[in-house]
Nanobody, 125 residues
Framework: VQLQASGGGLAQAGGSLRLSCAASGRVISAYAVGWFRQVPGKEREFVAAISRAGARTDYGNSARGRFTISRDNAKNMVYLRMSSLRPDDTAVYYC???????????????????WGQGTLVTVSS
């Protein structure tokens, strides 16, 4: 599956953005999907994950309570709604996918084998 992340841009602190991850080549419903983010010079950080049917979600500590991951398998799309944005949310955001036959979630980047190209989110204070 090929992944294309989009929706990044400039936002003000306290604002919202919605990132999209478009899948092509395979049906996204066969994949668990995660969002990660990375600031230059730092480790890639887990943001959120969703099971293949969307029944289960998980969030990293920085995202919990502010971000919402969702998916529309009919459209082959996964989304990350980000609210109450803070300057330290500034990063390149990546979506990733892992084929699975279960409802498992994955929060480690090494567990994913398909990655999109990333979309830059900049939050100003």
């Amino acid at each position: 599956v090929q992944l294309q992340a989009s929706g990044g841009g400039l936002a003000q602190a306290g604002g919202s953005l919605r990132l999209s991850c478009a899948a092509s080549g395979r049906v996204i419903s066969a994949y668990a999907v995660g969002w990660f983010r990375q600031v230059p010079g730092k480790e890639r950080e887990f943001v959120a994950a969703i099971s293949r049917a969307g029944a289960r979600t998980d969030y990293g500590n920085s995202a919990r309570g502010r971000f919402t991951i969702s998916r529309d398998n009919a459209k082959n799309m996964v989304y990350l709604r980000m609210s109450s944005l803070r300057p330290d949310d500034t990063a390149v955001y990546y979506c990733a996918a892992r084929a699975t036959v279960t409802g498992a979630l994955y929060s480690e980047q090494d567990e994913y084998n398909e990655w999109g190209q990333g979309t830059l989110v900049t939050v100003s204070s």
